[in-house]
């Protein structure tokens, strides 16, 4: 009989590995990343179209071509396509990212066939019917019209005006004004610049063999439509501005909204990883240095967040929370706090530990399923993840030392280089501060 009156014993895991897939290519040359061992037959196309939001000329134009591709084509209207994609069980969505959009399908394999085809006909020939796409911009315009009165939304604007500058397209605004004055030339206009063969990259993840690959082939692998790739290399150069501390005024705010962010480096620098590693245990998981002190101790915020986030060509450390407006000066002294600790005492090797066994139970999560591996697959074209990432990062968590998180916390954890926005009750804010 098991004692349940003691802790079981905990085990490290003995194999963490991926073995990230090789590129086929479909008739027209289109790459395709298969991953394709599932036991249910089911499968999801993700495609990958080249244009995100630094090549998009108004906010959200790349997400919304994206969504209203599969809105109406030049076969079925958009009811017509609702209908059948209801009968097949099949559930679309879009998402944009700084190079590229992604659309994607999932299907049942038994449907796949005739899900194939909607799909292809969506992104080859969309209408872009004036009333359907209005009807989108009106509902997305409403809820950014309601986030703009949030401060975490506020503090999060501004976070971008400072980091890249206010002309880069990272930063630029979003209103309601601005969804709503988008045309049906302008989706069409982008959609002419960006969706061609030569544009597009496929993950096909499921339960895929060579009947659903025939399918594919013989759908979009037959799109003639040849144009330019973009290079996600051209890129407006950051303009950052000088100011470290910006205040937004909420007037009668109860809360403020902090966002704090450091510039950092890019994914292939030899500290990388290492500094991964640092962030978890400052502020990446609910056991982080900030939520137990911020949190749990001081009790200042039901939540606060701490990660490294890496694009393509950079990364930054941000820090995010609210709290009421009589703390917020003390949660930033507080985050500071915790980063000269890390700078000045070295980690316990129960504490680094935990944390390197919590980021690899967060890694084996990526190789629970076909679609969780696929996700990571996409990665490598949104945030410049390159095949061998996933696996040097395990090398380099089970290699890192109590001695390598204090240097990588004295090279990059630098109150100087903290950006620092609140967005609340200014005068409150100013008063207390």
Request: glycine share 6%; proline share 4%; aromatic share 8%.
């Amino acid at each position: 009989m098991i004692d349940r009156t003691k802790q079981p014993d905990i085990s490290s895991f003995n194999k963490v590995e991926l073995n990230f897939p090789t590129p086929v290519t479909l008739s027209n040359g289109i790459p395709v990343w298969i991953v394709g061992d599932g036991d249910d037959e089911v499968n999801r196309l993700e495609i990958y179209v080249g244009g995100g939001c630094v090549q998009e000329p108004a906010p959200l134009l790349a997400y919304l071509t994206g969504m209203l591709t599969l809105e109406g084509n030049k076969n079925m209207s958009a009811e017509q396509i609702a209908e059948a994609l209801d009968y097949y069980g099949a559930v679309k969505s879009a998402q944009p990212f700084d190079h590229c959009t992604l659309v994607s399908l999932s299907s049942l394999n038994n449907n796949f066939s005739s899900t194939a085809q909607i799909l292809c006909d969506s992104i080859t020939s969309p209408a872009f019917s004036s009333q359907e796409c209005m009807l989108y911009q009106q509902r997305i315009a409403s809820n950014v019209s309601t986030a703009r009165e949030r401060v975490e939304y506020m503090a999060n604007e501004e976070m971008k005006r400072l980091y890249y500058g206010k002309s880069h397209p990272m930063a630029s605004e979003l209103t309601p004004e601005g969804l709503l004055s988008i045309t049906t030339e302008d989706y069409k206009k982008f959609h002419e610049q960006h969706y061609n063969a030569n544009n597009l990259r496929i993950v096909f993840s499921g339960k895929v063999t060579d009947k659903e690959m025939a399918i594919l082939d013989s759908t979009i692998g037959k799109w003639e439509k040849v144009g330019q790739k973009v290079d996600e290399a051209d890129e407006p150069a950051f303009q950052p501005s000088e100011k470290m501390l910006s205040i937004v005024d909420k007037k009668g705010a109860l809360q403020s909204a902090v966002a704090i962010t450091i510039r950092a480096i890019p994914r292939r620098h030899p500290d990388y990883f290492k500094l991964r590693l640092l962030i978890m245990a400052f502020g990446g998981y609910f056991g982080s240095r900030l939520n137990m002190n911020i949190r749990e101790d001081k009790g200042y915020t039901y939540g606060i967040h701490g990660y490294l986030a890496g694009r393509s060509n950079d990364s930054f450390i941000s820090v995010m929370s609210c709290c009421a407006t009589q703390h917020t000066w003390a949660l930033i002294k507080e985050v500071k706090n915790e980063m000269a600790r890390l700078r000045e005492q070295l980690m316990s090797a129960d504490e680094l530990r935990t944390v390197k066994q919590h980021m690899l139970s967060e890694l084996m999560k990526t190789l629970d399923t076909p679609f969780t591996i696929a996700h990571y697959v996409g990665d490598s074209f949104t945030c410049g993840i390159y095949p061998e990432y996933f696996n040097e990062q395990v090398g380099e968590i089970l290699a890192c030392t109590p001695e390598d998180v204090m240097e990588v916390a004295n090279k990059y954890l630098i109150d100087d280089k903290m950006r620092i926005v609140i967005a609340g009750d200014e005068q409150k804010i100013k008063e207390l501060g």
